[in-house]
């Protein structure tokens, strides 16, 4: 596979930048999104994850590939996930706190330090994971990501020019997912301004703090919050937070 990005990639990436409203059914991203991206990054498997590691609670899953994952075999593979996490690479976004970088599982391990693990014997094995690249996006707390895994079996490994497509895809992708969050909210979106308001309230500032943040006065601070509210569809500070904390 080519090392570097063509003029043929850079119109798939700009393509993938649409808007996929109209194609959103109420999932994490959208499926014909992930078929764009799967088109464009050769893999054997496209997996999204939504993992809530505190909780250790799951809260997306959606894949495309060839031959499907059976639901059955998947439940009886999370003990083993979940008991060899921290110990593995998949837990480098939340050791780290990194989740802006893309990574290649062979970046973490080289291929004999992979099959000799304890995640590999009980877990990526039974799922024919030999190669594997992720990008991970915020979703809205602490060590709460959605991962987009793209999956190969024993071949070649993702390249340097996979990497940087995602990386330079990646801000659009999270705004796809923001997007489609907002919309299975049934949520307004807010303009910058509110947002930024909306972050200081989340931290705990109070009008006169966030007016002195923002050089305004408290009353355009008040009224910024009242137009919130009505967005959100809610009455106090505390709701508003909790309402739109995933999509901040």
Not at 74 to 91: I, N, T, V
Not at 139 to 144: C, D, W
Not at 201 to 213: K, L, M
Request: hydrophobic share 40%; net charge negative.
């Amino acid at each position: 596979m080519s090392e570097t990005i063509t003029d043929a990639d850079v119109r798939q990436m700009v393509a993938i930048t649409r808007d996929y409203a109209g194609a959103d059914d109420g999932d994490a991203l959208p499926w014909e999104l992930l078929h764009d991206l799967k088109s464009l990054i050769e893999c054997d498997a496209l997996w999204v994850a939504g993992q809530d590691t505190p909780r250790w609670a799951f809260f997306a899953a959606q894949e495309i590939s060839e031959d499907r994952l059976d639901e059955q075999k998947l439940e009886s593979l999370d003990a083993a996930y979940k008991r060899h996490y921290w110990a593995s690479e998949c837990s480098y976004p939340d050791r780290s706190g990194d989740i802006t970088s893309v990574v290649r599982l062979s970046d973490h391990l080289s291929d004999r330090e992979h099959h000799s693990s304890a995640m590999y014997a009980d877990y990526d094995r039974a799922l024919g994971v030999e190669r594997e690249l992720k990008v991970c996006l915020d979703a809205g707390g602490p060590q709460r990501t959605l991962r987009l895994m793209f999956v190969r079996g024993p071949a070649s490994d993702f390249s340097d020019r996979d990497i940087a497509i995602l990386t330079l895809l990646r801000p659009h992708l999270q705004a796809a997912y923001l997007a489609a969050e907002r919309r299975r909210r049934g949520l307004l979106p807010l303009t910058i301004r509110q947002r930024q308001i909306l972050q200081f309230v989340a931290a705990g500032y109070s009008n006169r703090e966030i007016a002195r943040q923002l050089d305004v006065r408290e009353s355009t601070v008040a009224k910024h919050l009242e137009n919130i509210f009505a967005r959100l569809q809610v009455t106090s500070r505390t709701a508003a937070v909790a309402r739109f904390r995933p999509v901040l």
